[in-house]
């Protein structure tokens, strides 16, 4: 069955600065999602990554997605304070093909 | 847009009482899903649904039952609330798998707290 796992758990950044959010799996995953969730709030489609190579931009997220190395990377560029959220990647691969989260990575931008 | 809405933001129940949470989507969706979220834990899969009258057991379905007598309505029950069952609950509902777009639309969630 899908492992999912994300890292950074918890991550502190600046505004203004760069980062990445990592999400390893390990089996084969035909597509890889990426959420948000604002505190208190529920889950927020950002992205679907289809294919090998695939990446999507949305203002300062970029994602993109290596099924040879079994990693999808979210980017953040330039933060600011509203991107602060936590960020879940998911994929294919329950019992039942249900999709799979990762753990989240908490972002908190702070001026 | 799709709308995945449910029956309540905030719940208090007691231990030992029946619990219903409801869930309706708009988009003539296939699939319906129920996730609890608990912090360190992520989201888990309790049961999820392909059709109606139609159920799957997820990953952690012990405690819990669901019903779907209508495509756009699915509903958790927790035939006897216990304590560990305080959680934030969330529905989600999606196309079939493999279609273009089976992206998972999640209500805006209900926080349960059993007393």
């Known amino acids: 069955e899908l492992k999912v796992e994300q890292n950074p758990l918890f991550l502190s950044m600046q505004e203004g600065k760069n980062y990445t959010i990592y999400c390893n799996y390990s089996t084969t995953s035909d597509r890889l999602y990426w959420y948000r969730q604002d505190p208190g709030k529920s889950l927020e489609s950002l992205f679907v990554l289809l294919s090998n190579g695939a990446v999507k931009q949305e203002g300062r997220l970029m994602a993109s997605l290596d099924t040879k190395a079994r990693l999808s990377t979210l980017h953040i560029t330039a933060a600011v304070h509203d991107l602060s959220a936590t960020y879940f990647c998911a994929g294919h691969g329950g019992s039942q093909g249900n999709l799979i989260f990762g753990k989240g990575t908490k972002l908190s931008v702070k001026p | 847009d799709v709308k995945v809405t449910q029956s309540s933001r905030y719940l208090v129940k007691r231990t030992g009482e029946k619990v219903f949470l409801e869930c309706v989507q708009d988009?003539?969706?296939?699939?319906m899903f129920w996730y609890r979220q608990d912090p360190g834990l992520g989201l888990r899969l309790i049961y999820f649904?392909?059709?109606?009258?139609?159920?799957e057991k997820g990953d952690i379905p012990e405690g819990y039952s669901v019903s779907r007598e209508k495509k756009e309505r699915f509903s958790l029950i927790l035939e006897s609330a216990s304590t560990n069952q305080t959680s934030m609950y969330l529905c989600a509902s999606s196309n079939r798998e493999g279609a273009p777009t089976d992206t998972q639309y999640f209500g805006p969630g209900t926080r349960l707290t059993v007393l």
């Open positions: 988009m003539d969706h296939e699939n």
């Open positions: 649904s392909y059709d109606v009258k139609m159920k």
